[in-house]
């Protein structure tokens, strides 16, 4: 608006006031005096086009007031600000002015409608926005302010850094040299350079605070907390065992090392026993190998002495084991078979040495070694001295590592380490020789059939006659003991010849009233006929019938009911499948009988002597598949026969025990291999 124009609007307002000023005074042309109780306000713009507005009304005449204090308005905090950074509110609109008000900031810039940030002293108007902008602390959990002021209204803008979160490094000092399997736990470390809680977690291990419970899981700690580590060394030597942890983002490692390995593997024999003989060329040996690292090698050193001059060595050799597994090159010597070359009549010794992964190796002077004779199974071994001289019945006793075997009118003692013989029980009796040996363990007695028909018993520990039984009327081979779901009694099978027309009948006798029972009667089918063999398992007996019969289909393994007394055929040429059943051998002169059986536990299944046949047969208890688990026959003579009645098995030794009553020889068998060799025996005059 021009001054000139402005002078145009001043001059107007005064006539108007003037000339309402004489209507309210009754003037302008007439007297009178004013109307009572009557008032009039007079809008006067200052806008000369607003002039025919003028007029009167009941209201008061306003004049607009200048206003310059804003609404009250706010800043929103920010906290976990980076370090140093450079921080913007939240634009705020301010209302509540009519005229531009002025704009002043401590600490901090203000931009207006996104104008230059600027520290200057300023202005703003209704309805525009502003926001403060600030540079963050450079240091952890503090906060820096800007106060903005408008016109006379203030506000603060505040920023707070983040929390420091990430503590001083740390360290925990190695456990070395560290036993195995063993838990160890670290030196204490104090958390420093944080200033807010922090989390912590672990692996391979667990941790403490300030000295309380070590726990794997994960939690929190605080400047001056204390933390200890603790880890289990490894089962291995010179081999180590990293504990972590991390606090607040860093880490550090606590490191157990065992110490290093300089023990050697242990490596053993576990077939044939210590002192045997064979009369073949080549034997397969078997054994373990352990160590708490990796075991490289395992071979077997074999060094052959002259019978005749046994200090003269006649060779030395060496066999590489083939181990129980190898996969992809890894080889599993937990287990391990080797066949060794036999030298003819000689002693062969054979030792055998490991090697593991640091280089640690048996001694050949300290190797575990067996010896095995190399000789014609017509020669005694290990001498002469005591032999049988009728063996038909053996028994073993693992708990004092031998045999006892029934021989005429005594019970001999065999050590299975070396195979020498002595006598154990003489008794004066009518009894040419006692068979079906059966030893109670619990109550330290040996038990034993005179005659087949009269039970005695002996003390195990010394050989003492304690009583004997007059028993149930009939004969038996066959004798076991039953201790399964309560019961404490011996089971024997009456063995009744083929040709007749009943079976035998199953009894027992109680080791507590010391009387016979009636188990399963003679006419009870499919008949039991000839019957030299039983074994108990749980609430089943298994029994060999059909003898020495011509007649294959004859030849059974008969399963009784313990409870009832009830037979079922088990396995025969038509039950069960895999390997026959032999009757009539290929020589045509002799035929084939079932004997001794035993159940291995380990593979669930029979082990029955086909006796004349030589041959041992596994029968699986849960397929009934049948099948040839060794030939014992005898090499480099003319008469080849086993002829067995008697069978025993020794879970803790893992060997089969023949009693071959052609040689008056006891064979043992290796359960894993089939391998036979020969425990002792006297010298025969045939071939």
């Given at each position: 608006?021009?001054?000139?124009?402005?002078?145009?609007?001043f001059s107007?307002?005064?006539?108007?006031?003037?000339f309402?000023?004489?209507v309210?005074?009754?003037?302008?042309?007439?007297?009178?005096?004013p109307?009572?109780?009557?008032?009039s306000?007079?809008?006067?713009?200052?806008?000369?086009?607003?002039l025919?507005?003028?007029?009167?009304?009941?209201?008061?005449?306003?004049?607009?007031?200048?206003?310059?204090?804003?609404?009250?308005y706010?800043?929103?905090?920010?906290?976990?600000?980076?370090?140093?950074?450079?921080?913007?509110?939240a634009?705020?609109?301010?209302?509540?002015i009519?005229?531009?008000?002025?704009?002043?900031?401590?600490?901090?810039?203000?931009?207006?409608?996104?104008?230059?940030?600027?520290?200057?002293?300023?202005?703003?108007s209704?309805?525009?926005?502003?926001?403060?902008?600030?540079?963050?602390?450079?240091?952890?959990?503090?906060?820096?302010?800007?106060?903005?002021?408008?016109?006379?209204?203030?506000?603060?803008?505040?920023?707070?850094?983040?929390?420091?979160?990430?503590?001083?490094?740390?360290?925990?000092?190695?456990?070395?040299?560290?036993?195995?399997?063993?838990?160890?736990?670290?030196?204490?470390?104090?958390?420093?350079?944080?200033?807010?809680a922090?989390?912590i977690?672990?692996?391979g291990?667990?941790y403490?605070?300030?000295?309380?419970?070590?726990?794997?899981?994960?939690?929190?700690?605080?400047?001056?907390?204390?933390?200890?580590?603790?880890?289990?060394?490894?089962?291995?030597?010179?081999?180590?065992?990293?504990?972590?942890?991390?606090?607040?983002?860093?880490?550090?490692?606590?490191?157990i090392?065992?110490?290093?390995?300089?023990?050697?593997?242990v490596?053993?024999?576990?077939?044939?026993?210590?002192?045997?003989?064979?009369?073949a060329?080549?034997v397969?040996?078997?054994?373990?190998?352990?160590?708490?690292?990796?075991?490289?090698?395992?071979?077997?050193?074999?060094?052959?002495y002259?019978?005749?001059?046994?200090?003269?060595?006649?060779?030395?050799?060496?066999?590489?084991?083939?181990?129980?597994?190898d996969?992809?090159?890894?080889?599993?010597?937990?287990?391990?078979?080797?066949?060794?070359?036999?030298?003819?009549?000689?002693?062969?010794?054979?030792?055998?040495?490991?090697?593991?992964?640091?280089?640690?190796?048996?001694?050949?002077?300290?190797?575990?070694?067996?010896?095995?004779?190399?000789a014609?199974?017509?020669?005694?071994?290990?001498?002469?001295?005591?032999?049988?001289?009728?063996?038909?019945?053996?028994?073993?006793?693992?708990?004092?590592?031998?045999?006892?075997?029934?021989d005429?009118?005594?019970?001999?003692?065999v050590?299975?380490?070396?195979?020498?013989?002595?006598?154990?029980?003489?008794?004066?009796?009518?009894?040419g020789?006692?068979?079906?040996?059966t030893?109670?363990?619990?109550?330290?007695?040996?038990?034993?059939?005179?005659?087949?028909?009269?039970?005695?018993?002996?003390d195990?520990?010394?050989?003492?006659?304690?009583?004997?039984?007059?028993?149930?009327?009939?004969?038996?081979?066959?004798?076991?003991?039953?201790?399964?779901?309560?019961?404490?009694?011996?089971?024997?099978?009456?063995?009744?010849y083929?040709?007749?027309?009943?079976?035998?009948?199953?009894?027992g006798?109680?080791l507590?009233?010391?009387?016979?029972?009636?188990?399963?009667?003679a006419?009870?089918?499919?008949?039991?006929?000839?019957?030299?063999?039983?074994?108990?398992?749980?609430d089943?007996?298994?029994?060999?019938?059909?003898?020495q019969?011509?007649?294959?289909?004859?030849?059974k393994?008969?399963?009784v009911n313990?409870?009832?007394?009830?037979?079922?055929?088990?396995?025969?040429?038509?039950?069960?499948?895999?390997?026959?059943?032999?009757?009539?051998?290929?020589?045509?002169?002799?035929?084939?009988?079932?004997?001794?059986?035993?159940?291995?536990?380990?593979?669930n299944?029979?082990?029955?002597?086909?006796?004349?046949a030589?041959?041992?047969?596994?029968?699986?208890?849960t397929?009934?598949?049948?099948?040839?688990?060794s030939?014992?026959?005898?090499?480099?003579?003319?008469?080849?026969?086993?002829?067995?009645?008697?069978?025993?098995?020794?879970?803790?030794?893992?060997?089969?025990?023949?009693?071959?009553?052609?040689?008056?020889?006891?064979?043992?068998?290796?359960?894993?291999?089939?391998?036979?060799?020969?425990?002792?025996?006297?010298?025969?005059?045939?071939?």
């Amino acid at each position: 608006m021009t001054i000139a124009t402005l002078h145009r609007v001043f001059s107007r307002t005064v006539l108007i006031l003037g000339f309402a000023s004489l209507v309210a005074c009754g003037g302008g042309g007439g007297g009178g005096s004013p109307a009572a109780n009557t008032s009039s306000t007079v809008a006067v713009s200052s806008n000369s086009s607003n002039l025919s507005q003028i007029g009167t009304s009941s209201s008061t005449s306003s004049v607009p007031v200048v206003d310059t204090t804003p609404n009250p308005y706010s800043f929103t905090a920010v906290v976990d600000a980076e370090l140093s950074a450079v921080i913007e509110s939240a634009p705020v609109t301010i209302s509540g002015i009519n005229t531009a008000t002025t704009v002043s900031i401590t600490g901090g810039e203000y931009s207006i409608n996104g104008s230059a940030f600027t520290a200057s002293a300023g202005s703003i108007s209704n309805g525009q926005n502003i926001v403060v902008r600030v540079t963050a602390s450079a240091s952890h959990s503090t906060t820096v302010s800007a106060q903005l002021t408008l016109g006379d209204v203030a506000a603060t803008f505040s920023v707070t850094t983040k929390a420091d979160t990430t503590p001083d490094a740390f360290t925990f000092e190695p456990a070395i040299n560290a036993a195995l399997d063993t838990a160890y736990t670290s030196n204490s470390i104090t958390v420093s350079g944080i200033d807010a809680a922090v989390p912590i977690s672990i692996s391979g291990g667990e941790y403490s605070i300030n000295g309380g419970e070590f726990t794997s899981a994960s939690g929190t700690v605080s400047v001056n907390n204390t933390v200890r580590l603790k880890g289990v060394s490894a089962n291995n030597n010179k081999a180590s065992v990293d504990v972590v942890v991390t606090i607040g983002g860093v880490s550090a490692v606590y490191t157990i090392t065992t110490l290093p390995d300089t023990i050697p593997p242990v490596a053993e024999f576990k077939f044939p026993t210590p002192y045997t003989m064979s009369e073949a060329d080549s034997v397969k040996v078997r054994g373990t190998a352990t160590d708490n690292n990796t075991i490289t090698s395992v071979k077997v050193v074999v060094r052959s002495y002259d019978l005749a001059t046994p200090d003269s060595m006649i060779s030395s050799d060496e066999f590489e084991v083939t181990p129980i597994a190898d996969i992809d090159g890894v080889k599993d010597f937990s287990s391990w078979t080797a066949s060794i070359t036999l030298t003819a009549n000689a002693e062969n010794e054979i030792k055998v040495i490991a090697t593991d992964e640091h280089g640690n190796t048996t001694a050949l002077e300290e190797a575990n070694k067996v010896v095995i004779r190399q000789a014609n199974v017509r020669n005694a071994f290990p001498d002469e001295v005591g032999q049988f001289e009728v063996a038909r019945s053996s028994v073993l006793d693992s708990e004092r590592n031998r045999v006892l075997v029934a021989d005429r009118r005594k019970v001999m003692a065999v050590d299975i380490a070396t195979g020498k013989q002595s006598v154990f029980v003489e008794y004066e009796s009518t009894c040419g020789s006692l068979f079906a040996l059966t030893i109670d363990h619990q109550n330290a007695r040996l038990y034993g059939l005179c005659e087949r028909s009269i039970l005695m018993a002996f003390d195990l520990r010394n050989g003492s006659f304690i009583e004997d039984y007059i028993a149930f009327g009939g004969a038996a081979f066959a004798m076991s003991l039953d201790r399964e779901n309560g019961r404490n009694r011996l089971v024997l099978v009456e063995n009744i010849y083929a040709f007749t027309n009943s079976g035998g009948r199953v009894f027992g006798f109680s080791l507590d009233s010391r009387e016979f029972s009636l188990i399963s009667a003679a006419n009870e089918q499919p008949l039991i006929k000839d019957s030299y063999g039983i074994a108990v398992d749980g609430d089943n007996y298994w029994v060999t019938s059909g003898g020495q019969l011509a007649d294959a289909a004859q030849h059974k393994v008969i399963k009784v009911n313990a409870i009832t007394g009830k037979h079922e055929v088990f396995s025969d040429n038509t039950v069960g499948s895999g390997e026959p059943f032999s009757a009539l051998l290929p020589d045509g002169n002799n035929t084939a009988a079932l004997t001794g059986l035993v159940k291995d536990k380990k593979y669930n299944r029979l082990i029955v002597m086909e006796n004349i046949a030589n041959k041992l047969l596994a029968i699986d208890l849960t397929t009934g598949e049948r099948s040839l688990f060794s030939n014992v026959t005898y090499t480099g003579v003319g008469s080849t026969v086993v002829n067995s009645i008697n069978m025993d098995f020794d879970e803790q030794n893992e060997f089969l025990l023949i009693t071959d009553g052609m040689r008056e020889a006891l064979i043992i068998v290796d359960r894993e291999t089939g391998e036979k060799v020969i425990l002792t025996k006297p010298k025969n005059s045939f071939q």
